[in-house]
């Protein structure tokens, strides 16, 4: 999947490890569709050219004042260097950002990258359902999975800052149990997949945003220690056994276990941190 740049359907840069950006990686993988991946740690990223030929900064693009952006969210202040072209094609100026071979279109936001993938391997798989209802139901949950990421992202920047407040957490919570309660209807309405009679985009991307919030496990201890708890209740799995049974088939499935399975575990088995 990340082989032979030459023979990439899609060049995506972000930073790594990304659960968001792994909808697009184990869609290419149910799809055979092959990507080319550039990046790294997310601290690291500063010292990259944000770019379609994205690379480790040299001394000459230091000295160039062009690329010189101010980061935002997740890199709130930090100096970013983004060519021109890179902004040209992604006008958001965020990662995941990915590109046609010939790096002419820019595609961004995670969602709509996989929406690619999905699309570019249409005649190996069907990702997107059977029908344009289908499509346009995995839609909606794509766009819940949206709003749901749109809501937790201050929370899970919060911990990642060991700054966060129980206004935060009651924002992520009431996130989480709106989005998990649609989620668990869905699957009693149309299981074992949440859409049709097989896996879609749907599931790819659900899968991808709930493991978002693993990111919370090692974390754990700290956060009592602040008074607060998860937004993800200890008792999920109770309160949306649909879901849980869900999720433990797709970390499972040989598309999702390379991306999903060593990550959740190592956050699972992580000793709890007095400070993140």
Known sequence: MTGDCSRALLRIFSYQPNPRLWKATIAARHCGVELELRGAAPEQLADWLWDFDARPLTAADRDDPSTVQVGRIGFGGTALRKTPAFLAAHPFGTVPAAFSPDGAVGIFESNSIARAVARLGAAQVGLYGDDPYQASRI????????????????????????????????????????????IERALLASGPWLVGSRLSLADVC???????????????????????????????????????????????????????????????????????
């Open 139 to 182: 839609d909606s949950l794509l766009d819940t999975c949206l709003v749901f990421g749109r809501d937790t992202q201050p929370w899970l920047l919060g911990l990642r800052a060991a700054s966060v407040s129980a206004g935060l957490r009651a924002q992520a919570h009431e996130a989480c149990a709106s989005w998990l309660d649609g």
């Open 206 to 276: 659900f899968a991808c945003e709930l493991t978002m919030l693993w990111y919370e496990r090692p974390r754990r201890a700290w956060l009592a220690a602040q008074g607060l708890q998860g937004a993800l209740p200890d008792a999920w799995a109770t309160r949306w056994p649909r879901v849980a049974t869900h999720f433990a088939t797709l970390r499972a499935h040989p598309a999702f276990a390379p991306d999903l399975e060593a990550h959740l575990a190592r956050l699972e088995s992580a000793p709890a941190e007095s400070t993140p």
